[in-house]
């Protein structure tokens, strides 16, 4: 990391140092759960970016940012331009953010640097092909360089998924002066992330989300330049997912039919969306386990459960003895792949309980003839690999929960294990082994962000590193990121939103930041005004500890 100078802040932003945090009368040490000592909110020199770029250089001249005539423009010669929708669109979205809440003047007292203005932001692709068209993926460039000078300040990327991590760290480096007026330090940037799976995981089933719910959480998400939106579509509770090719399993298997689905349009929307932000919309859909509503509408798909020699009428898990099963499956998946143009389906694989399996004469039988003898793993990794090369001759790649792998399922090359399990030992042994036989792995154990507990949490989420594990320089490189997942348990659109934020920015910083960046105290600094700047922009992210925003959540 680059040393920086000190960055200018002006007198407005003096709240922060008057965050007194634990020093309120009314907080009792005796009472005090979290066994942190009380810290005042301190000026980083990094500002507020967030997660830190990767160099930063910055000085104290400053420009004035004039709302009534700054423009974020296309440069000359850039690659792209008015046709593409992509960035014209997150030009405006950006200078709303950096002008839309100001109650200031346009015009700020002209201080010691003089009278320095920086009236453009012109934006550089330097690639022949932009990608203005194109879906973000797990290869997408997304690094770029930010230089803030006079005459003008000049962001430049070779692809526009760059461009848009670009815009977000300079609207984080605009402030406001004592006046109301936006200023800019004049600084140099270099960035890229230092993972290129950086994900949130959130549980569409256990309880339904309004898309308006998800859309703010993709737009949040690219404040914090996460770049995968893991839609864990439908469990065991709930199937909302619409299908064209089985429409009745979403009208049986849904909370409701009519309110509580999501249509193709608002999966078309949602992905959609997402792009425009360089987000990556990755669905879900967990078998054989995790499957009572897919039952529902769908006859004979799951196992009918035995109570001695007759059936219970209960079922299990996805039968995997009928060939209807795998023909259901095929066309199922074709449909996914068809509708979600990201490279890869996650086909869950985890937690199948095996008491129906045990319970049902055809499927002992069925046992008996594979020679599997009693071992029920094997009649998983006998569907596993049979669902696998289901999706893969719909050319998806596919992630599995790590179970998958611990049962010795064979793989092809590019299946991703996500890694959920264990504790701290026990996830780094994981990613140990499944590096160590050439798969790519995502680690989320750490970051189970429906984990709650009194106090600053977004610490041990902050200090968690998915390449913390014994292996070689080679095993680290198949490390390919991370999630913060959100299961739905005891979450809905009533509070999803603070538990999720700004949690969750602890574990953008450390997917997107290098590797040594590890200052606990100037990370709270920081985060604390990033916090607030969500906030401004609508977010309720939740605090980080006793404190205040200079302009407070309104609600909707």
Same mark, same amino acid.
């Given at each position: 990391?680059?040393?920086?100078?000190?960055?200018?802040?002006?007198?407005?932003?003096?709240?922060?140092?008057?965050?007194?945090?634990?020093?309120? $009368?009314?907080?009792?040490?005796?009472?005090?759960?979290?066994?942190?000592?009380?810290?005042?909110?301190?000026?980083?020199?990094?500002?507020?970016?967030?997660?830190?770029?990767?160099?930063? @250089?910055?000085?104290?001249?400053? !420009?004035?940012?004039?709302?009534?005539?700054?423009?974020?423009?296309?440069?000359?010669?850039?690659?792209?331009?008015?046709?593409?929708?992509?960035?014209?669109?997150?030009?405006?979205?950006?200078?709303?953010?950096?002008?839309?809440?100001?109650?200031?003047?346009?015009?700020?007292?002209?201080?010691?640097?003089? &009278?320095?203005?920086?009236?453009? !932001?012109?934006?550089?692709?330097?690639?022949?092909?932009?990608?203005?068209?194109?879906?973000?993926?797990?290869?997408?460039?997304?690094?770029?360089?930010?230089?803030?000078? /006079?005459?003008?300040?000049?962001?430049?990327?070779? @692809?526009?998924?760059?461009?848009?991590?670009? !815009?977000?760290?300079?609207? /984080?480096?605009?402030?406001?002066?004592?006046? *109301?007026?936006?200023?800019?330090?004049?600084?140099?940037?270099?960035?890229?992330?230092?993972?290129?799976?950086?994900?949130?995981?959130?549980?569409?089933?256990?309880?339904?989300?309004?898309?308006?719910?998800?859309?703010?959480?993709?737009?949040?998400?690219?404040?914090?330049?996460?770049?995968?939106?893991?839609?864990?579509?439908?469990?065991?509770?709930?199937?909302?997912?619409?299908?064209?090719?089985?429409?009745?399993?979403?009208?049986?298997?849904?909370?409701? &039919?009519?309110?509580?689905?999501?249509?193709?349009?608002?999966?078309?929307?949602?992905?959609?969306?997402?792009?425009?932000?360089?987000?990556?919309?990755? &669905?879900?859909?967990?078998?054989?386990?995790?499957?009572?509503?897919?039952?529902?509408?769908?006859?004979?798909?799951?196992?009918?459960?035995?109570?001695?020699?007759?059936?219970? *009428?209960?079922?299990?898990?996805?039968?995997?003895?009928?060939?209807?099963?795998?023909?259901?499956?095929?066309?199922?998946?074709?449909?996914?792949?068809?509708?979600?143009?990201?490279?890869?389906?996650?086909? *869950?694989?985890?937690?199948?309980?095996?008491?129906?399996?045990?319970?049902?004469?055809?499927?002992?039988?069925?046992?008996?003839?594979?020679?599997?003898?009693?071992?029920?793993?094997?009649?998983?990794?006998?569907?596993?690999?049979?669902?696998?090369?289901?999706?893969?001759?719909?050319?998806?790649?596919?992630?599995?929960?790590?179970?998958?792998?611990?049962?010795?399922?064979?793989?092809?090359?590019?299946?991703?294990?996500?890694?959920?399990?264990?504790?701290?030992?026990?996830?780094?042994?994981?990613?140990?082994?499944?590096?160590?036989?050439?798969?790519?792995?995502?680690?989320?154990?750490?970051?189970?962000?429906?984990?709650?507990?009194?106090?600053?949490?977004?610490?041990?989420?902050? @200090?968690?590193?998915?390449?913390?594990?014994?292996?070689?320089?080679?095993?680290?490189? !198949?490390?390919?990121?991370?999630?913060?997942?959100?299961?739905?348990?005891?979450?809905?659109?009533?509070?999803?939103?603070? $538990?999720?934020? &700004?949690?969750?920015?602890?574990?953008?910083?450390?997917?997107?930041?290098?590797?040594?960046?590890?200052?606990?105290?100037?990370?709270?600094?920081?985060?604390s005004v990033h916090r607030c700047r969500m906030v401004e922009r609508g977010i309720p992210a939740e605090p980080l500890f006793s404190s205040y925003c200079p302009r407070e959540y309104q609600g909707n």
């Amino acid at each position: 990391m680059d040393a920086a100078l000190p960055l200018s802040l002006p007198l407005s932003l003096l709240w922060l140092v008057l965050l007194t945090l634990g020093l309120s $009368r009314g907080l009792q040490p005796d009472r005090r759960a979290d066994s942190e000592a009380p810290r005042v909110v301190a000026a980083s020199r990094y500002g507020s970016l967030w997660p830190l770029p990767q160099t930063v @250089k910055t000085s104290d001249a400053w !420009l004035l940012l004039p709302g009534a005539t700054f423009r974020i423009a296309d440069a000359t010669g850039s690659s792209s331009g008015p046709s593409c929708s992509l960035l014209q669109s997150a030009y405006r979205r950006y200078y709303r953010y950096v002008f839309g809440s100001s109650k200031g003047p346009q015009e700020g007292r002209r201080g010691p640097a003089g &009278p320095a203005v920086l009236t453009e !932001l012109q934006v550089s692709i330097t690639s022949a092909d932009p990608e203005c068209d194109a879906f973000p993926g797990v290869t997408s460039d997304e690094s770029y360089e930010l230089t803030v000078d /006079q005459p003008y300040a000049v962001l430049r990327a070779p @692809k526009v998924w760059g461009a848009l991590r670009g !815009l977000e760290t300079f609207s /984080q480096l605009v402030y406001e002066d004592e006046f *109301g007026a936006k200023r800019i330090n004049c600084t140099t940037i270099s960035d890229f992330p230092r993972f290129a799976h950086r994900g949130i995981l959130l549980d569409t089933s256990r309880h339904f989300l309004p898309i308006k719910v998800l859309l703010a959480n993709l737009e949040t998400m690219a404040m914090n330049k996460f770049n995968v939106f893991h839609w864990h579509m439908v469990d065991d509770q709930s199937f909302p997912y619409v299908s064209r090719t089985f429409p009745r399993i979403s009208q049986q298997g849904a909370y409701h &039919p009519y309110t509580h689905v999501y249509t193709p349009a608002d999966v078309k929307m949602v992905i959609e969306f997402g792009r425009l932000r360089g987000i990556r919309v990755v &669905p879900e859909f967990d078998t054989p386990g995790h499957t009572q509503s897919w039952g529902k509408g769908q006859k004979d798909l799951l196992t009918p459960c035995y109570s001695g020699d007759k059936p219970s *009428g209960s079922f299990g898990p996805v039968n995997p003895i009928l060939n209807a099963t795998y023909d259901f499956m095929s066309k199922f998946f074709k449909e996914i792949s068809a509708v979600f143009p990201d490279a890869y389906v996650h086909l *869950g694989g985890d937690e199948v309980d095996f008491t129906c399996w045990r319970s049902n004469p055809d499927v002992q039988n069925f046992m008996e003839q594979q020679g599997f003898g009693q071992d029920f793993s094997k009649l998983e990794s006998f569907y596993i690999q049979k669902l696998l090369d289901i999706v893969a001759a719909t050319q998806k790649g596919y992630m599995i929960w790590q179970e998958v792998f611990d049962n010795g399922v064979k793989l092809e090359a590019d299946t991703v294990i996500h890694v959920w399990k264990g504790n701290q030992e026990q996830y780094q042994s994981e990613m140990a082994n499944v590096t160590s036989s050439g798969f790519q792995a995502l680690l989320s154990t750490p970051w189970y962000l429906n984990r709650i507990s009194y106090g600053q949490d977004w610490r041990g989420h902050y @200090k968690a590193d998915p390449q913390d594990f014994k292996g070689t320089a080679e095993q680290k490189k !198949l490390v390919i990121g991370g999630e913060a997942c959100l299961w739905g348990e005891y979450v809905d659109a009533t509070n999803l939103t603070p $538990r999720l934020w &700004p949690r969750a920015s602890a574990v953008a910083e450390r997917l997107w930041s290098a590797e040594d960046v590890t200052d606990i105290n100037d990370a709270f600094n920081r985060l604390s005004v990033h916090r607030c700047r969500m906030v401004e922009r609508g977010i309720p992210a939740e605090p980080l500890f006793s404190s205040y925003c200079p302009r407070e959540y309104q609600g909707n």
